[in-house]
Structures are given as structure tokens and as C-alpha cells.
């Protein structure tokens, strides 16, 4: 009997990762590594964990550009 050859897996697409850079003060720098200390995670997953709920509720949602509105300086005379 023949032996009949295997299908290959198609190739997977690789995911593209963008850098995003915040500054925090010491104190805070402090209490999110005592925060991720106790909870046993890393400063990474706490925060992409925590913004989680925005970037899925707005991902495919499509920006409309507002005017704004002129305000009026306050007249004297």
C-alpha cells in the first residue's frame, strides 16, 4: 500500500508588534513593581491586562472629525 503523504500547514502570518513608550514618576515606577511583585506578573501584562477593555471596544470603530467651534472673546463696548 502506498503511504499517503501529509497536507503541510500553510505558513502562519507574523504578528506585528509596535513599541509604545510612557513616562511615570519613581512613586509610581514603585508601586507597580510591588503591585506586580505581589500578584506574581509582569509590569508588561499588568498594564496591557489593564488597557485590555479600550483596544478591543474602539478597534474598529472609525474616527469623525469634529469642528470646533469658534468662541467668542468677550466684548467690552
Known amino acids: 500500500m502506498p503511504k499517503k503523504k501529509k497536507a503541510r500547514k500553510k505558513a502562519r502570518k ?12 519613581a512613586h509610581q515606577k514603585k508601586s ?8 506574581r ?4 501584562k499588568m ?8 483596544l478591543d471596544k474602539y478597534a ?3 474616527v469623525v472629525a469634529r469642528k ?7 466684548e467690552l463696548f
Open 14 to 25: 507574523p504578528v506585528k508588534f509596535k513599541t509604545i513608550t510612557i513616562k511615570v514618576t
Open 32 to 39: 507597580l513593581m510591588n503591585y506586580c511583585k505581589s500578584h
Open 41 to 44: 506578573t509582569t509590569p508588561t
Open 47 to 54: 498594564i496591557k491586562k489593564s488597557i485590555h477593555p479600550f
Open 60 to 62: 474598529d470603530m472609525k
Open 68 to 74: 470646533r467651534e469658534v468662541v467668542k472673546q468677550l
